[in-house]
């Protein structure tokens, strides 16, 4: 059977990762279950830059087919703070429960739509003929008075979707799936995915 790396060991990813991607007719791993441990320096300017450095780097060191994402949360009100700085925010080491604290704080005098933010990931797609794409989803909403809902991850508690009137940590896994910025720029990656397993 044919197998795809997909550059990470956050294991909240993969597990969406995996769920968006089950039907395709190969295994998805990730760098944990190849035990793959490398440090990449992702030093580009954008989503789709520093998707393509990550994808690339392990296409290099494995010769197989690799994914990788780049992605966070661009706040309006923050300038689109953090954006491509999502990760390393206010320190790599630093929790998610301060890093989303913090942004509460920020926006302590923004109200309605000047809390207007998205997730933003761009998906690349490295094979070992040289062959890289990338695509880009997006999902629009606020940011939340406090932290609510136990799915998800990161920015998860905080970022309101107004259309389920719920954050994104408080969707099911399913709905997720269905209208994440992560699944929908993976439903446009797997096209192309399926046109190279073709080959």
């Known amino acids: 059977m044919k197998r795809i790396i997909f550059a990470t060991t956050n294991e909240g990813k993969m597990k969406e990762v995996k769920s ?17 441990d490398v440090d990449i320096v992702e030093d580009g300017k954008t989503f789709e830059e520093n998707a393509i450095i990550k994808a690339k780097t392990i296409m290099e060191l494995t010769n197989e087919m690799v994914l990788a994402d780049d992605s966070g949360l661009e706040v309006d009100y923050l300038d689109k703070a953090p954006g491509i700085y999502s990760a390393r925010f206010l320190g790599e080491d630093t929790s998610y429960r301060i890093k989303n604290q913090y942004i509460i704080d920020k926006l302590e005098n923004a109200t309605g739509n000047e809390r207007s933010a998205r997730f933003i990931c ?11 794409s990338t695509t880009r989803g997006t ?13 998800g991850f990161g920015y998860d508690p905080i970022f309101y979707v107004p ?9 099911s896994t399913n709905q997720k799936n269905e209208i994440s910025h992560r699944a929908k720029a993976l439903k446009e990656m797997k096209e192309r995915v399926l046109t190279k397993l073709a080959r």
Do not use: H, M, R, W
């Not at 039907?23 to 998805?28: K, Q, R, W």
């Not at 999902?139 to 799915?151: S, V």
């Open 20 to 36: 968006i991607l089950e039907d395709l007719e190969c295994e998805v791993v990730s760098l944990k279950d190849i035990n793959l």
């Open 122 to 132: 761009a998906i690349a797609f490295a094979c070992p003929d040289g062959q890289i």
């Open 139 to 151: 999902i629009e909403g606020l940011i939340g008075y406090e932290e609510k809902g136990e799915n």
């Open 163 to 171: 259309e389920f009137n719920c954050t994104t940590a408080e969707l």
